[in-house]
């Protein structure tokens, strides 16, 4: 097999593959926006719904919490509201590890931190980007989400028969 050939097929297969993707992103979208368009349905059921998608199809979670504020920022609070977040943030340990940064880069209008280049931080930066589209969210989450711990420096013990000032 020639490499030309061989460079085709690897191309086309990651077209399909990138289809089965999108597809079962827009199959989850869909079951979403039919969940969080029925007012029977609790958010806590509704956010169970948005972790399984997110946890299935990474990213989606984005479009997933759009749905969600979408359809119940009228009638649910920020609170109720803010577990989908967390649903998202439980599902994708990628979004959640520079989460806090994202917000804080995004609050003081900065571009975000070197560390976080790369595909997960495109998706961190769509996910808050959602965020900051409902601003009752947008307090409840920085509410929540810690900034950088504090470090605080153990203290130096003398050491028995030691006979040293260095402490």
Known sequence: MNKTVLMSLLVAAGCLSTSFADTAVEEKAAEISKLASDPSVS??????????????????????????????SATSSSVELNTAVQAVLAAVPEVAQNFAKAVQAQMNNEVLPVSMTGTSSDLTTRVVSVVFSNAGVLSQVVTQQPNEPAITPTPVLPVPDDTSASY
Do not use: C, H, Q, T
Request: glycine share 4%; charged share 30%.
């Open 43 to 72: 958010m806590s059921d509704l956010s169970k719904a948005v972790y399984e998608a997110a946890k299935a199809n990474p990213e989606g979670s984005d479009l997933y919490l759009k749905i969600v504020f979408d359809a119940r």
